[in-house]
């Protein structure tokens, strides 16, 4: 079946601008997460939605950061006011929300500010 | 708080050899560990993970991991490496919220 997609692939903006970054999950997975990676870095945990809600949003460096999952599936990853210090790949996961299992990780989004 | 240490920036072994990468972690409960490679411009796919039971797991493309409690350690071993193991492997702690280290870039010599 369909892995995790994310769109788009890449993303330039400029500084000050507001960018959405999407996750399509694979189907049927309840549990979804985004995860941000600076270059030489691993990835970055930023939020994780259980169904529609966001059960943990503690990676969110600040409040320009903000994601969304109205209907339990495709989750929508909002930057507003974007700073340069934001580009980075940004990647999304999900797995199935039974227990601890595992995470798919999308290929990501590269953003980059200029 | 959770947190991984992964002490080698970068690997190069020769094709054949035999390689481990090191990871140290730091987590306050049992922890779930994992193990991921990420290729250029491809996902990261997971290798091997552990939960509980047996120290030694074994996961996709003949890696196997060994979880040492008292060393806070977990790392990730493979007898043989082939030339298509060239990637970034990446260690990670946590349940959802996980936890990644910097990394190891692995090179393989031909």
């Known amino acids: 079946g369909a892995g995790v997609s994310q769109t788009p692939s890449n993303k330039v903006t400029e500084k000050g601008k507001y960018v959405e970054l999407r996750c399509d999950p694979i189907?049927?997975?309840?549990?979804l997460y985004w995860y941000r990676q600076s270059l030489g870095q691993g990835p970055e945990f930023l939020i994780y939605f259980q169904g529609t809600g966001a059960a943990d949003d503690s990676g969110l460096p600040n409040d320009r950061f903000f994601a969304v999952r109205p209907e339990g599936s495709v989750s929508t990853l909002k930057i507003q006011r974007t700073e340069r210090g934001d580009s980075a790949m940004y990647l999304c996961?999900?797995?199935?929300?039974?227990?601890?299992?595992?995470?798919?990780f999308g290929p990501g989004t590269r953003l980059t500010v200029t | 708080a959770q947190s991984v240490t992964q002490p080698d920036i970068h690997i190069t072994v020769s094709e054949g050899a035999s390689l481990e990468l090191r990871c140290n972690y730091s987590y306050g409960a049992t922890p779930y560990l994992f193990w991921y490679v990420q290729s250029p411009g491809q996902g990261l796919q997971l290798l091997l993970k552990y939960f509980s039971g047996d120290t030694l797991v074994q996961g996709i493309k003949g890696f196997e991991a060994e979880f040492k409690r008292s060393q806070s350690s977990f790392n990730l071993r493979k007898p043989s490496v082939h030339w298509s193991d060239a990637a970034e492997y990446f260690c990670a702690v946590g349940e959802r919220d996980m936890r990644f280290g910097a990394g190891t870039r692995l090179t393989v010599k031909p």
């Open positions: 996961a999900s797995s199935s929300g039974q227990g601890v299992d595992e995470q798919y």
């Open positions: 189907s049927g997975h309840t549990a």
